[in-house]
């Protein structure tokens, strides 16, 4: 059983024999293949200019046409009489005929508040006590002197309520008459109890329309001082709408325009464009314009958000693009002419979302209106028509 070790041995090189040839005379037949693949290539199908791949691009034929345009533009209702009621004069803070707190609804008309008053109505009643002497003193001089004007001043005199505004003065025809008059202090004493007498109407504060209190800075029984602000007031029914457009766009908006402001729960009414701001507002880059409410059939509320359609001037001659047709910020577009791409300046109209309303092109003309990869100008190119 010697053998035995040496046959094992001889079986294993032999194994490794037909692995090594098997494995030589596939690589050589791998190789016989490429040479016989390159050949083919290289030969065979030889590569020309014919056989180029065409780029295919979406176009679209330019119908140029009037274009009725909307703006939209959202905005915040405000009342156009929003005022902040001060006193005038110093005294107590007295009730009107309405509580003075935030929410309070009034009409026109109404006392708001008042401020006491008994201090200036005993001045003024003692300043016209005074200028009662003085008539009383004049009177004799006045019918002695210039009998044709005594009646008159006598009426006056007879006229005069301690506990009504004086009445009027008669005409001052003769200069003799004002004269003396003005140097008995007759003129100058009647003015003076005439200016208390508008100082004391400051007294009592009147609602000058009809609204809502929507600040209350003070109560009933402190002491206020001339300039101290007692409510904020707004009218209910005087509103507008300040809306934020773009530069572009602004140029369309004409005084007058109309307009359909809605909300959220697709309540709706009508509008009139009253004012357009002549500024650019630093934060936003756009125009203010104010839209008045002119129907108020559903309820609407100062501080509410509305979206303002406002019917724009009519733009002629232009065609509507995708905005990504644009060639990056430029106002350019590619064309396409005898299968050939060609780049063109365009006047870029209005911009609108995700369109571009362009100028400055005929009609016609096939548009690229998708980006491109790669262009490059005078390519061949492939269209299709949407």
Request: proline share 5%; charged share 20%.
């Amino acid at each position: 059983m010697k053998w035995r070790p040496y046959l094992l041995v001889f079986l294993f090189l032999l194994i490794l024999i037909v692995i090594g040839i098997a494995y030589y005379s596939g690589k050589s037949q791998g190789l016989a293949l490429e040479r016989e693949n390159v050949a083919i290539d290289t030969t065979i199908i030889p590569a020309t200019d014919t056989q180029v791949k065409l780029k295919f691009v979406n176009t679209e034929t330019v119908k140029l046409q009037t274009y009725a345009s909307e703006i939209e533009a959202l905005g915040r209702v405000n009342s156009t009489q929003a005022i902040s009621v001060m006193a005038e004069v110093q005294g107590i803070l007295l009730s009107g005929n309405l509580p003075l707190k935030k929410g309070t609804s009034f009409t026109k008309g109404q006392v708001l508040f008042g401020v006491n008053s008994n201090d200036a109505s005993l001045l003024i009643a003692a300043r016209k006590s005074n200028f009662l002497t003085l008539l009383a003193n004049i009177l004799p001089d006045i019918k002695v002197d210039y009998p044709n004007h005594y009646e008159v001043w006598n009426m006056f005199f007879d006229n005069i309520d301690m506990e009504r505004p004086l009445p009027p003065i008669p005409p001052l025809v003769s200069a003799k008459l004002k004269t003396l008059l003005a140097t008995r202090n007759v003129l100058s004493e009647y003015y003076s109890i005439r200016a208390d007498q508008v100082r004391l109407s400051k007294y009592t504060i009147t609602a000058p329309f009809s609204g809502t209190i929507v600040d209350a800075f003070t109560d009933v029984g402190a002491i206020v001082n001339p300039g101290s602000p007692v409510i904020n007031i707004i009218n209910n029914s005087a509103l507008e709408v300040e809306c934020q457009v773009k530069m572009d766009e602004a140029k369309l908006v004409k005084i007058g325009a109309k307009t359909i402001l809605t909300d959220d729960q697709d309540n709706s009414w009508l509008g009139k464009v009253r004012r357009k701001g002549q500024y650019l507002n630093p934060n936003t880059q756009s125009v203010p314009v104010f839209v008045e409410l002119v129907s108020t059939e559903n309820e609407v509320f100062n501080g509410m958000y509305l979206l303002s359609s406002i019917d724009g001037d009519s733009i002629p001659n232009v065609f509507e693009i995708p905005r990504s047709a644009l060639l990056g910020n430029s106002a350019e577009v590619y064309v396409v002419r005898d299968s050939i791409l060609i780049r063109q300046n365009v006047d870029v109209v209005l911009l609108r979302g995700e369109k571009a309303l362009i100028g400055g092109v005929d009609s016609g003309e096939a548009i690229v209106i998708e980006p491109l990869v790669n262009p490059k100008d005078n390519m061949k190119v492939a269209t299709i028509e949407k």
